[in-house]
């Protein structure tokens, strides 16, 4: 049987949590384009076999799905709107996931404007470390619309697994409470990625 196509992903920012997202993911065979500040970081990564660009524009030149690892929301802004930010090369059906913990206006203002470029945003805070994103073991909260989430949902069965919490990116920083939480049901993956020990949690709004 045919391998199917694994499409290249992209991953700015690989300080400790975006490095182990590049580990996992190449050590899993996939291409990994990535965009940091740090020389040392694009050197290890190149020492990985990932490709590394100089820009933010550039990993959306190259890729259709692209994690933004970065620290805060300054940052984000950075990434997605700089000089040579994102927005420059995105295209209509593009996917953004937001991994850093943002507040509910910075991720909708993202949300908007990308959907005028006909960009999807997906709100994905990670937790759980390094380590256990290299074993497989890191939990991810992602909330986003529900087509598109069908659509990608496979890209973290290799190096976590997700959950549904609403249409809106925003309603992730009010339904992440214990009272509200229960497993989440197994998803099919899309892309066919390696399985990946998940934990998924979804949640309910209020």
């Given at each position: 049987m045919t391998e199917p196509c694994k499409p290249p992903i992209g991953i700015i920012g690989i300080g400790n949590m975006g490095f182990a997202l590049l580990q996992r993911l190449r050590a899993q065979g996939w291409l990994?384009?990535?965009?940091?500040?740090?020389?040392?970081?694009?050197?290890?990564?190149?020492?990985l076999g990932a490709t590394v660009v100089r820009h933010a524009a550039e990993v959306a030149q190259h890729c259709r799905q692209t994690l933004v690892v970065v620290v805060d929301a300054a940052q984000?802004?950075?990434?997605?709107?700089?000089?040579?930010?994102?927005?420059c090369q995105a295209q209509a059906g593009d996917v953004v996931w937001l991994c850093p913990t943002l507040g509910p206006q910075d991720v909708e203002a993202a949300?908007?404007?990308?959907?005028a470029l006909g960009v999807s945003v997906m709100d994905a805070p990670m937790s759980g470390g390094p380590l256990r994103a290299q074993r497989g073991e890191m939990s991810l909260m992602l909330a986003g619309p529900a087509a598109v989430l069908s659509r990608v949902w496979g890209i973290w069965t290799t190096p976590a697994c997700s959950c549904r919490l609403g249409a809106s990116p925003s309603l992730l920083q009010h339904a992440m409470k214990p009272p509200r939480c229960a497993p989440a049901p197994n998803w099919p993956p899309t892309w066919g990625w390696p399985t990946y020990?998940?934990?998924c949690?979804?949640?309910?709004?209020?």
């Open positions: 990994v384009v990535v965009h940091d500040i740090d020389p040392q970081r694009c050197a290890a990564a190149l020492a984000t802004a950075e990434v997605l709107w700089g000089e040579h930010g994102l927005h949300a908007e404007r990308l959907a020990k998940p934990r949690w979804a949640a309910t709004p209020t």
